[in-house]
Each structure stands twice: as C-alpha cells, then as structure tokens.
C-alpha cells in the first residue's frame, strides 16, 4: 500500500516534469512522447541488465486484443495530464484523476471486470466516493 502511495505521489511530479519538457518543446505532445521514449528505455535497459527473456511468439498470439488497449490509455492519460496541468494546476488536476479512477474502480469490482476479483458495492464504498467527489467540488472552487 505504501509503495501504491508513493507512485500516486509520483503522479504529480511526472506531471511536472512532462510540463516542462513540453514548454522547452513547444506543445503537450513532445511531453508525451519524450516521457513514453524515456520509459521505454529505460524498462529496455532494466530488463537487459536483469537477463529479462522474451516470451514465446505464442504468448503475445494469446493476449486478448482488447488488452492491448492499456498502452493507448496510459498515452492519453499522460498526454491529458500534460496539456491540462498547467490550465487546472496539480491539485485539481490530480483530485479529477483520482475521482475518475475511484468510480471506474468501484464500477470495475462490482462487476469483476477486466480480470479484477469480484467487490461488491457497499455503503462504505458509495460514501467514500460521495466524500471524494465532495473533495474534488471543494478543491474546484477554491
């Protein structure tokens, strides 16, 4: 749960960092792309120096094509992120992102969708929410 903490806190500074990138650039686009050209690299790296092997051409044959959809999701969130941090600024660009998350993820578990174990909707979890989105309307209006 910690290490989930810290990568959400890690959110913001990509966010960030992304900006930047983008303002020396000249537009959100070249952020996205110098972020996904340097993950890349890097996750290439890590798994060279680890001895990482391949998988079979069989594997990839047998991922479902739907699933190959997580990298567009991750490109438009990091490209989203980019253009309208500096419009919305951290916290309430973050707040949105964690309220769009909590209602996919509570929709997601009731249903068990996506290979998640099945969580039924509790009270607990529909004030949770309610309490975030109360959040989130708080940090919009300043």
Do not use: C, K
């Amino acid at each position: 749960m910690l290490i989930a903490f810290l990568v959400g806190a890690g959110l913001v500074i990509q966010v960030g960092l992304n900006m930047a990138v983008s303002r020396a650039l000249g537009g959100a686009l070249y952020g996205t792309l110098a972020n996904f050209l340097i993950g890349t690299t890097a996750i290439a790296v890590f798994m060279f120096l680890t001895r990482q092997s391949w998988p079979a051409r069989e594997a990839f044959a047998s991922v479902p094509a739907w699933a190959w959809l997580g990298g567009l999701f991750g490109a438009l969130y990091v490209g989203v992120a980019t253009f309208s941090g500096p419009r919305l600024g951290a916290l309430l660009l973050l707040a949105l992102t964690v309220g769009g998350q909590m209602l996919a993820s509570v929709i997601v578990d009731h249903f068990g969708l996506l290979g998640f174990p099945q969580h039924p909707i509790s009270l607990g979890r529909v004030v949770g929410i309610a309490l975030l989105i109360s959040g989130i309307w708080l940090v919009a209006t300043r």
